[in-house]
């Protein structure tokens, strides 16, 4: 089993490694055929090297950022979507470099060649890859073990990671232990689903012991020990957990990011911003703006800004309620397409230099939708640690219909481990999601306070 995991490990790095070196290849062929020999001081061979090197640098970083290599989990359209866009803000990189060193603006018209070159280069890639990957190594034996939260298979099977995942069984965590593991005999990877901490470990020995690769859904209390302090005490080892507190250095430079950021943001967008702002007025003559009281960090209430998106009267009867997408009436015209390519938000980075808000953050809640989901999820208060956030890791990676159990979750995630480095790559992974349709969802008709998940799973 180990040697058949190196193989797959090793092959598949290759791959990944030909998928960088074909997008490169165009560049390459344009820097050296056009570009190189019109810079300023045109460079000798180990420049022109160093130069297309950075290009491969870009594309790699943004690659990862993307996910755009993720055979193993992403679906063909996926891999060409986010390899396309590493490729494209690799090529605008490399476009101001070329600025640079010809020292006048260049023709831009021999990098849309390349683009288009890379886009068909990733399809091909993609397409090859994907089926090359699963002729070659099988779905993956699965079993699904459970407490309080069923249907991941389902889940997979949505998510087309049916062809890496083949779930031969689902069984509950008590039944899975009175059995003694009789269902996991022969598995090659394993899910645990909301599975209370004792039993879990239980069946993570188990799994480690047989060389079965776990995957584990956490719970609340996994994702704040996740933020623990590694110490030794008593002559004994110790793992410290507190209250989210962030370093000076971290504070302060988050905050001279926020500003700037978001002032050289309004100052490049204000002729969209003026534009949007004339159609939502000519539309039906109502407010530009919709304000709305918000939470952030500490239960501080701020106002925030929006372009309005919906009817002026779209809660006149005074009942919170969040979109349920596309099928809702309130939205206007203007508004469908502000919310799609999240404009409508834009307005927020003025709240950013106000200090209500950081670019990064748990997104603001309305006082009165938090206080139903404390109701049935206390621990939902927690996301209010740090400052909310215009983007955040739920945003990224979740939906707009992900349940607040699942939010949270991952609002924590980002809030146990705070770093500059992380807020940048979540900044550049929000670029990637807003063309996507699924991060936009409304919620269900009649789900719109529901939590979708019991408190139990804590």
């Given at each position: 089993?180990?040697?058949?995991?190196?193989?797959?490990d090793?092959?598949?790095?290759?791959?990944?490694?030909?998928?960088?070196?074909?997008?490169?290849?165009p560049?390459a062929?344009c820097?050296?055929?056009?570009?190189?020999?019109?810079?300023?001081?045109?460079?000798y061979?180990?420049?022109?090297?160093?130069?297309?090197a950075?290009?491969?640098?870009?594309?790699?970083?943004?690659?990862?950022?993307?996910d755009?290599?993720?055979?193993?989990?992403?679906r063909?359209?996926?891999?060409?979507?986010?390899?396309s866009?590493?490729?494209?803000?690799?090529?605008?990189?490399?476009?101001?470099?070329?600025?640079?060193l010809?020292?006048h603006?260049?023709?831009v018209?021999?990098?849309?060649?390349?683009?288009?070159?890379?886009?068909?280069?990733?399809?091909?890639?993609?397409?090859?890859?994907?089926?090359?990957?699963?002729?070659?190594?099988?779905?993956?034996?699965?079993?699904?073990?459970?407490?309080?939260?069923?249907?991941?298979?389902?889940l997979?099977?949505?998510?087309?990671?049916?062809?890496?995942?083949?779930?031969?069984t689902?069984?509950?965590?008590k039944?899975?232990?009175?059995?003694?593991?009789?269902?996991?005999?022969?598995?090659?990877?394993?899910?645990?689903?909301?599975?209370?901490?004792?039993?879990?470990?239980?069946?993570?020995?188990?799994?480690v012991?047989?060389?079965?690769?776990?995957y584990?859904?956490?719970?609340i209390?996994d994702?704040?020990m996740?933020?623990?302090r590694?110490?030794h005490m008593?002559?004994?080892?110790?793992?410290?957990?507190k209250?989210y507190?962030?370093?000076?250095?971290?504070?302060?430079?988050?905050r001279?990011?926020?500003?700037?950021?978001?002032?050289?943001v309004?100052?490049?967008?204000?002729?969209?911003?003026?534009?949007?702002?004339?159609?939502?007025?000519?539309t039906?003559?109502?407010?530009?703006?919709y304000?709305?009281?918000r939470?952030?960090?500490?239960?501080?209430?701020?106002?925030?800004?929006k372009?309005?998106?919906?009817?002026?009267?779209?809660?006149?009867?005074?009942?919170?309620r969040?979109?349920?997408?596309?099928n809702?009436d309130?939205?206007?015209p203007?508004?469908?397409?502000?919310?799609?390519?999240?404009i409508?938000?834009?307005?927020?980075?003025?709240?950013?230099?106000?200090?209500?808000?950081?670019?990064?953050?748990p997104?603001?809640?309305?006082?009165?939708i938090?206080?139903?989901y404390?109701?049935?999820?206390?621990?939902?208060?927690?996301r209010?640690?740090?400052?909310?956030?215009l983007?955040g890791y739920?945003?990224?990676?979740?939906?707009?219909?992900?349940?607040?159990?699942?939010?949270l979750?991952?609002?924590?995630?980002?809030?146990a481990?705070?770093?500059?480095l992380?807020?940048?790559?979540i900044i550049?992974?929000t670029?990637?999601?807003?063309?996507?349709a699924?991060s936009?969802?409304?919620?269900r008709e009649?789900?719109?306070?529901?939590?979708?998940v019991?408190k139990?799973?804590?």
């Amino acid at each position: 089993m180990n040697k058949n995991k190196r193989f797959h490990d090793v092959t598949l790095k290759l791959i990944k490694m030909l998928n960088a070196v074909l997008i490169t290849v165009p560049f390459a062929v344009c820097w050296m055929g056009y570009y190189a020999e019109r810079t300023y001081a045109p460079y000798y061979a180990k420049g022109n090297w160093a130069v297309i090197a950075l290009f491969l640098v870009l594309y790699t970083v943004y690659g990862n950022v993307y996910d755009a290599l993720l055979l193993q989990l992403s679906r063909i359209s996926e891999m060409i979507y986010s390899q396309s866009l590493s490729a494209l803000i690799s090529d605008a990189i490399m476009y101001i470099v070329c600025w640079l060193l010809t020292k006048h603006l260049p023709a831009v018209w021999p990098l849309l060649f390349v683009f288009a070159a890379q886009f068909l280069l990733a399809a091909a890639w993609s397409y090859m890859a994907n089926h090359w990957y699963f002729r070659s190594f099988p779905p993956k034996r699965t079993a699904v073990v459970y407490d309080m939260r069923e249907g991941l298979e389902q889940l997979l099977e949505e998510y087309g990671l049916d062809r890496r995942f083949l779930v031969e069984t689902t069984v509950n965590v008590k039944e899975c232990l009175e059995k003694q593991m009789d269902a996991l005999h022969g598995m090659e990877a394993v899910f645990l689903c909301g599975i209370h901490s004792r039993e879990r470990n239980i069946v993570l020995k188990y799994c480690v012991a047989n060389h079965i690769t776990a995957y584990v859904i956490p719970r609340i209390g996994d994702i704040l020990m996740s933020s623990a302090r590694q110490m030794h005490m008593l002559h004994l080892p110790i793992l410290q957990v507190k209250k989210y507190s962030p370093g000076f250095e971290y504070v302060v430079a988050k905050r001279f990011l926020d500003i700037v950021l978001s002032g050289v943001v309004l100052l490049i967008l204000s002729p969209l911003m003026l534009i949007v702002a004339a159609a939502i007025k000519a539309t039906d003559g109502g407010p530009v703006f919709y304000r709305q009281c918000r939470l952030t960090k500490d239960r501080k209430e701020f106002t925030v800004l929006k372009f309005r998106s919906m009817r002026v009267d779209a809660e006149g009867d005074g009942v919170a309620r969040l979109s349920t997408g596309e099928n809702d009436d309130r939205i206007t015209p203007v508004g469908r397409v502000i919310r799609k390519t999240r404009i409508d938000e834009l307005p927020q980075l003025l709240n950013i230099i106000a200090g209500d808000m950081s670019i990064v953050g748990p997104r603001p809640e309305r006082p009165e939708i938090a206080e139903q989901y404390e109701k049935e999820l206390p621990e939902f208060a927690l996301r209010l640690q740090a400052k909310a956030g215009l983007t955040g890791y739920a945003q990224v990676y979740g939906k707009y219909n992900t349940t607040p159990y699942d939010k949270l979750q991952m609002d924590l995630m980002y809030i146990a481990k705070p770093s500059i480095l992380e807020d940048f790559r979540i900044i550049f992974a929000t670029v990637k999601i807003l063309f996507t349709a699924e991060s936009t969802e409304g919620v269900r008709e009649g789900a719109a306070t529901a939590m979708e998940v019991g408190k139990d799973q804590v």
